[in-house]
T-cell receptor
Framework: DTAVSQTPKYLVTQMGNDKSIKCEQNLGHDTMYWYKQDSKKFLKIMFSYNNKELIINETVPNRFSPKSPDKAHLNLHINSLELGDSAVYFC??????????????FGSGTRLTVV | DQQVKQNSPSLSVQEGRISILNCDYTNSMFDYFLWYKKYPAEGPTFLISISSIKDKNEDGRFTVFLNKSAKHLSLHIVPSQPGDSAVYFCAGKESGGGADGLTFGKGTHLIIQP
């Protein structure tokens, strides 16, 4: 039973398309996140969300939008995909907004390739 | 501006010896530091963390040391085992505000040689 699961694992799409990546966690965590690992291997936070608040990293283009139908899900929608969006996207969750000693639990990643 | 730096892209250690992975940071607002391990095609897995008010935290074969004055931390793995071969990420968490996420270093690829 995967704690944080993302689908799809691989996604190849053309420029200009709109796509979504789904994320679900069964840990009962309060907060979920989206991270992007770019070609230089840096893992950077894009969003954090709990049932009260969405916090957006200011560097994220507004073509990216998280959608949370409930506490266990945080999906990532991307409009008008660009070549530079190609990366691995990781979903994560934590028990408290601050992560703390428990760390953050990550999904296995979605490799997005825009052609 | 890299707030978390892992200056060694890779490190090769013989099985049974000690592995020492280093990490430097610039953000004084970090209140926790975490180490993650990542295998290919998998997400990062939490290993160990340390609060900024401590200088050492130990969990089995893993020990993290924090030197706040030098803004430096290190992860010691002893003894090193073949399954430890992976990419290790150092991360800092800023107290309050922001997206409340982690700021990661670029990672160090640890290779354990038999």
């Amino acid at each position: 039973d995967t704690a944080v699961s993302q689908t799809p694992k691989y996604l190849v799409t053309q420029m200009g398309n709109d796509k979504s990546i789904k994320c679900e966690q069964n840990l009962g965590h309060d907060t979920m996140y989206w991270y992007k690992q770019d070609s230089k291997k840096f893992l950077k936070i894009m969003f954090s969300y709990n049932n009260k608040e969405l916090i957006i990293n200011e560097t994220v283009p507004n073509r990216f939008s998280p959608k949370s139908p409930d506490k266990a899900h945080l999906n990532l929608h991307i409009n008008s995909l660009e070549l530079g969006d190609s990366a691995v996207y990781f979903c994560a969750s934590s028990q408290a907004p601050w992560g703390g000693n428990y760390g953050y639990t990550f999904g296995s990643g979605t490799r997005l390739t825009v052609v | 501006d890299q707030q978390v730096k892992q200056n060694s892209p890779s490190l090769s250690v013989q099985e049974g010896r000690i592995s020492i992975l280093n990490c430097d940071y610039t953000n004084s607002m970090f209140d926790y530091f975490l180490w993650y391990k990542k295998y290919p095609a998998e997400g990062p897995t939490f290993l160990i963390s340390i609060s900024s008010i401590k200088d050492k935290n130990e969990d089995g074969r893993f020990t993290v040391f924090l030197n706040k004055s030098a803004k430096h931390l290190s992860l010691h793995i002893v003894p090193s085992q073949p399954g430890d071969s992976a990419v290790y990420f150092c991360a800092g968490k800023e107290s309050g505000g922001g997206a409340d996420g982690l700021t990661f270093g670029k990672g160090t690829h640890l290779i354990i040689q038999p």
